[in-house]
């Protein structure tokens, strides 16, 4: 088994439990232009990171609230118009790059180093049931592999490394 499982065998994790992943990249933007949040989330990787999350088999990705990403976007017919000739990573990647940030995805936290620059961090945190990633099994390692993977145990959160 990979180590991210190793770890939630070893440590007996509640198999009703959920996996805590938090992403986050930053971009240096001009604040002073009316869509440096949208040149943030094309040019960091958090909107990539989370479409081939929701993208992988048999990983069911929630909101920190418990919604499921992938029921939300088909519910409201953000994926009617997938192709079928593209992966449906970078086509989920797309709907997340343009809605993420107004569906609560996507985090944007601005930090202002003078009147014009700045930084944007853009973060995505989700978590995905206990049951999905043990039945990765060895692949769990490569599905998280750029996610900060974090778990509850009986004795607190511990963060994977």
């Not at 240096?28 to 990539?48: L, Y």
Request: aromatic share 12%.
């Amino acid at each position: 088994m990979g180590h991210i499982v190793n770890a939630i065998e070893e440590l007996k994790v509640a198999a009703d439990s959920y996996v805590y992943l938090s992403f986050e990249d930053y971009a240096e933007v001009w604040h002073v232009s009316d869509d440096f949040m949208t040149e943030a989330i094309a040019e960091t990787a958090t909107a990539e990171a989370l479409a081939d999350l929701i993208a992988a088999k048999g990983c069911t990705v929630l909101t920190e609230y418990g919604a499921n990403i992938l029921e939300d976007l088909r519910e409201d017919f953000l994926l009617e118009d997938y192709p079928y000739n593209n992966t449906f990573g970078t086509y989920l990647r797309e709907i997340i790059q343009k809605s993420g940030y107004e569906y609560g995805y996507l985090d944007i936290a601005t930090e202002r180093y003078d009147h014009k620059r700045g930084r944007c961090d853009v973060s995505a945190a989700v978590k995905v049931p206990i049951s999905n990633v043990v039945a990765l099994g060895n692949t769990a390692d490569e599905v998280f592999a750029n996610w900060r993977v974090t778990l509850s145990t009986k004795n607190g959160k511990l963060t994977l490394e």
